[in-house]
């Protein structure tokens, strides 16, 4: 989590605008009269849920709460965040020059999208050639409420009215094209959206990013979005999460669909724990969204077969970026060993072809609860849809299917459940059951600085995929290449868990007493690779923070790796020592027999217990939370975390 975002959890919106201005409940927002012009019916409105502030009348000025500080008392983004972190008990960082500007750019953005807002709305209310719009609202059963909820609006036909309304709010050109508002043409820069429903896109905290826009009219394109900019980035953003936070944390699950009328149906029958995708498979960055709400992840996409394509690369991208968690598993003799196993239950709801979660959540209600409720697990699913894929009749797809179905079955944690998976698999693929017992648990691989170095001579091994580490050393030497001073911040053991060799190299140096020497060609290459790559504005708005908390990341998934290859190593020397024997030695050993000879300590079934005791030591290591503060910063700043 940034200074910032710190900041504003912990300043209420309500609390700071109502020290100034008079406000009065109005169901669950709050209004007054507008504080910046003169008006007899109050058009100033102050959202709790969504910790915003917005005038609806003359000035259309509206923000957050440094939108508030900033336009109230008269004062900068950097004076704004001064109060505000005084007010709220942060203590701040010094932030130089350049990011303070990127920071006032972003702000402005943001400005005039929420302007945006304000316009398409008033033109969904007020025009009249937005009456096929509000039929379409209507015929798809949207109440008002829910409407203004949600501020949908209308994009006039026009191709400068939104440019001329913000031009005359004080946005120029740059500004209006940098929020992907307007787009350039034969004739000039036109507005993006026109003759469109509009749905104004929000990011976790509730400032809108961006817009999708429905065409109304047939040969149009269905559906335009804002472009990629500073603020939106659609493989990061999930619709309506801004209003489900709460509610997913409640019930302690997440219902992911895929339209943005798929939300807007769920919340109008109060199933506010569902979010969109917004058309796209799940990524890891949407996942990194959830994760800190709930573990109990639900997907229902289409039917067709592009859906469930999706469903599968969903399944895939949410398995990866949820990630496996050893836990401590008692065999049948009695002994403990690690095994990991997935650290959340996805399921899939499996729609009827021809129908949306709008349709059934709207005409069908009970049938959908039933879905719901009746969803299988990701196993079972992929089970399902490899039985199709494949012909079973072949020995090859036989192996395909195997080999893709038994590492889902190696990380489910139930026992029971997993020996049942074992069982279905072998009648499958016509295999022994015993043989796949033997696979079962996967050797956990040796992370790289725990192996040994190459023999001299002996071919070199095939480039491997980047590991979690490295995707966060990639992160790490954009950072440091963009602000240098950040690497006093850096844990000096962050390089040891880059498996990378060139990555590894690169960071070392940019860590060295002379970060300015010259480097080798190959990784002058790499460094101007990465250079070129963006650094999302939440890491460079506090460069060092970002340094500190993606290096004590990288350290604390480093000892995880550390304490999966000691599990390894225990479960090599319990096949080699044998389990009966152990057993035994565990008891003598446990209960400290003064008869004990000496020669016990360095017996077999000795060193595998102090392995053992090792591994658990390593599982357990935790540091002051350094680690875990992390895990908030990278997932919102790190495609790769």
């Known amino acids: 989590m940034t200074v910032v975002d ?12 109502g020290e100034s201005v008079q406000l009065r409940k109005a169901g669950r927002s709050f209004k007054a009269l507008c504080p910046f012009h003169s008006e007899k019916t109050p058009s100033f409105v102050v959202d709790p849920s969504r910790q915003t502030w917005r005038c609806f009348g003359a000035c259309s000025e509206g923000g957050d709460v440094f939108s508030w500080v900033m336009r109230h008392q008269g004062v900068e983004f950097r004076e ?68 203004e909820a949600f501020g949908l609006g209308y994009a006039p036909r026009s191709s400068d009215a939104l440019r001329g309304y913000l031009s005359a709010r004080g946005f120029n050109a740059d500004e209006i094209g940098g929020a992907g508002l307007s787009v350039d043409g034969d004739e000039g820069p036109r507005d993006r959206f026109r003759g469109r429903l509009v749905f104004p896109i929000r990011d976790p905290q509730g400032r809108c990013v961006g817009f999708g826009a429905r065409a109304l009219a047939d040969g149009d394109v269905k559906y335009l979005n804002t472009p990629q900019t500073p603020l939106f980035d659609k493989s990061s953003l999930l619709y309506g999460l801004d209003r489900s936070r709460e509610s997913v944390r409640g019930v302690d699950r997440v219902i992911v669909v895929e339209g943005y009328m798929d939300v807007i149906a769920a919340h109008q029958h109060e199933q506010t724990h569902v979010v969109a995708s917004m058309g796209t498979a799940l990524t890891e960055k949407q996942v990194a969204l959830i994760k800190p709400l709930t573990r109990n992840i639900l997907l229902a996409l289409d039917a067709d077969a592009a859906g469930a394509a999706a469903t599968v690369r969903g399944i895939d991208t949410t398995r990866e970026a949820v990630g496996t968690e050893p836990q401590p598993v008692v065999t049948a003799h009695g002994l403990v060993k690690m095994q990991n196993t997935l650290a959340a239950d996805i399921r899939i709801i499996e729609l009827p072809v021809g129908h949306d979660p709008d349709d059934l959540i709207r005409l069908d209600p009970e049938r959908w609860a039933t879905l719901v409720a009746e969803a299988p697990g990701y196993v079972d699913y992929r089970f399902r849809r490899s039985r199709e894929e494949h012909d079973l009749e072949s020995p090859r797809e036989r192996s395909a299917l195997l080999e893709e179905l038994l590492p889902l079955v190696t990380t489910t944690s139930d026992p029971v459940v997993r020996a049942d998976y074992l069982q279905r698999l072998a009648q499958l693929c016509r295999v022994d059951v015993a043989s796949l017992r ?61 498996s990378d060799s060139q990555r590894r190299a690169l960071l ?134």
């Open 508 to 641: 070392s140096a940019l860590l060295g007493p002379d970060a300015t020497a010259e480097l080798g060609p190959e990784l002058e290459a790499l460094a101007t690779e990465l250079r070129g790559s963006p650094i999302d504005p939440p890491l460079a708005a506090q460069p060092r923070v970002a340094a500190r908390q993606i290096s004590a990341k990288m350290c604390h998934l480093r000892r995880q790796e550390d304490a999966r290859a000691q599990v390894q190593i225990v479960e090599e020397q319990q096949r080699e020592v044998g389990v009966l024997v152990l057993h035994d030695a565990a008891y003598a050993l446990a209960g400290e027999r003064s008869t004990r000879p000496d020669s016990d300590e360095e017996s077999p079934a000795a060193s595998v217990l102090e392995s053992h005791a090792r591994a658990i030591a390593l599982h357990q290591h935790r540091d002051d939370g350094s680690a875990d503060e992390a895990d908030t910063t990278t997932a919102k700043g790190e495609a790769g975390a």
């Open 80 to 147: 704004a965040l001064g109060i505000l972190a005084d007010r709220a008990g942060v203590r701040l960082t010094p932030m130089d020059a350049q990011a303070e500007e990127r920071e006032k750019r972003l702000q402005r953005l943001r400005s005039a999208n929420e302007a945006a807002a304000s316009f398409f709305r008033h033109g969904l209310l007020e025009e009249a050639e937005a009456e096929e719009a509000r039929g379409y609202i209507e015929r798809r059963g949207v109440s008002e409420a829910v409407s």
């Open 6 to 17: 710190e900041v504003k959890a912990r300043v209420d919106i309500a609390d700071l605008v």
């Open 438 to 498: 033997g696979r079962g648990t996967p050797a956990t691989p040796v992370p790289a600085h725990l192996r040994a170095s190459t023999v001299a001579g002996e071919p070199a091994p095939r480039p491997r995929p980047l590991t979690r580490i490295d995707r966060h050393a990639e992160t790490l030497i954009r950072l440091l290449q963009h602000s240098p001073a950040a690497a006093a911040d850096v844990d000096p053991g962050a390089t040891a868990g880059v």
